[in-house]
C-alpha cells in the first residue's frame, strides 16, 4: 500500500473501504498483522518515544485517524481522502462480522465497558460474532491469564483498548504469540460504542 510521510512517519493512502479490503486479506492470509490508526498526537508521541517510533515503523498498515493528520497531508500536498478512525473501523469489522462470520475480541477500557459494547453490536448488527471481551485494567500478574482466554477464542480481529500508546506496545509485544491475524489499537472506540 502507498504511504505519505507525516512527521517523519508512514501514513498509508487508504480509504475507510480499502482499509476495510486489506483487513480482509489479513485474515485470509493469517500471518499476525499489526494495524495502526494514526493521529496526530500519536505521531508527535512518536518523536519521542523510540518503541512507539519502531513500532509505527514496521506496521502493516497506519490509517490517517484525525483531522490533524488529513491536514498535514494536504498541507504537504499528499493529500489523504478520508479519516479511518478506530470507532468507525470497529463498527465496519461488526458489519463484516455479520455477513462472514469473522470473530472479533474486544479487550480494553473500564470493567464492564468492552462487554457493554460488546452487547450494543449484538443488538445493531444481529450475527455478529463477538467471541469475547475483557477490561483493560489488568496488571503484569494477569497478563498470561488474557493471553490464553485470547488464544481460546481463537478471534480473526482483536481490538485493544489500552489508550496510546500502551495499546500499541501491547499488540508489539504479544500478537506473535497470540496468533490473531489482524490486531489493532482503538482507543477510546469502547467508551463510544457503550453508550
Ligand atoms: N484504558 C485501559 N487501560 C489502561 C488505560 C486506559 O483500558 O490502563 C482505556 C480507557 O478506559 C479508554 C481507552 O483505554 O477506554 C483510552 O482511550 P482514550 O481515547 O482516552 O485514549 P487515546 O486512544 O487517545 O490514547
Not at 88 to 107: D, I
Not at 152 to 158: A, F, H, K, T
Request: with cysteine; net charge negative.
Amino acid at each position: 500500500v502507498p504511504a505519505i510521510t507525516i512527521l517523519g512517519l508512514p501514513v498509508h493512502r487508504v480509504d475507510m473501504q480499502g482499509a476495510l479490503d486489506i483487513v480482509e486479506r489479513f485474515i485470509q492470509e493469517r500471518t499476525p498483522r499489526h494495524i495502526i490508526t494514526a493521529d496526530a498526537s500519536m505521531l508527535v508521541m512518536a518523536q519521542e518515544d523510540r518503541e512507539l517510533r519502531s513500532i509505527l515503523l514496521s506496521a502493516d498498515l497506519i490509517t490517517p485517524d484525525s483531522a490533524g493528520v488529513l491536514w498535514a497531508a494536504k498541507r504537504q500536498g499528499t493529500p489523504l481522502a478520508e479519516r479511518v478512525s478506530g470507532v468507525e473501523l470497529v463498527e465496519r469489522f461488526c458489519v463484516l462480522s455479520a455477513q462472514k462470520g469473522y470473530r472479533l475480541y474486544f479487550l480494553g477500557a473500564a470493567p464492564g465497558i468492552a462487554a457493554a459494547a460488546a452487547e450494543r453490536m449484538r443488538l445493531r448488527y444481529p450475527g455478529v460474532q463477538i467471541v469475547g471481551a475483557h477490561h483493560g485494567f489488568f496488571g503484569p500478574e494477569e497478563n498470561e491469564a488474557i493471553l490464553d482466554e485470547i488464544r481460546r477464542c481463537q478471534p480473526d480481529i482483536l481490538c485493544v483498548a489500552l489508550g496510546i500508546p500502551k495499546q500499541e506496545k501491547w499488540i508489539a509485544a504479544y500478537q506473535r504469540t497470540l496468533g490473531v491475524p489482524v490486531a489493532i489499537g482503538v482507543g477510546g472506540t469502547f467508551d463510544v460504542l457503550s453508550g
